[in-house]
């Protein structure tokens, strides 16, 4: 039975795996890779179970860290060298899902929350916002248990910018009623 879609072989699957790893910042697990690779239908999860280790063997990947991996140089010169076999609607598509996966990553990486228990059973919520130079806030909340201080935690990872432009709005807002 043919294969619909633009990925037809293992080949097809090993030049797209090339492709977003070239892309890709950081070291990315397999999961990650089906999830920036599926822009086919007709590509499946065990295809990249199976193309993974033998781009290792082939020394086109290698394993950095426990089950995450990224592209040689030897991958990336030769992704780079088939990268036009793929398909354009792909290829596209493989893109944008490398660059969302990218902010994504690096904005993990400037906001970073932590829940820990207080002796009373209730429960601090610190989060901490950074950029490119350093910390630009840091905040203590107190959460009377948990769950609210996981929801809390959740909610200041998802909304750290608005809290900080908020907060230096609302700041610098009477800064004309201090002269």
Known sequence: MQRLGFIHDMLDVKILILFVLARVNCPVDRQQIYELCYQDDSLSYFDICTAIPEMIRSGHLTEVEQERYQITDKGREDGGATQDTLAYT????????????????????????????????????????????????SMELLAPNQRQAVRLSKLLEKKAEAVYNLTMAELLNDEDELD
Not at 100 to 111: A, D, E, I, L, P
Not at 123 to 135: F, I, P, T
């Open 90 to 137: 792909v290829k596209t598509r493989a893109e944008n899902a490398v660059e969302r996966f990218n902010r994504q990553t690096r904005r993990g990486s400037y906001v970073k929350t932590q829940v820990q228990p207080r002796g009373s059973g209730e429960y601090s919520v610190r989060m901490s916002l950074d950029d490119e130079m350093g910390n630009l806030m």
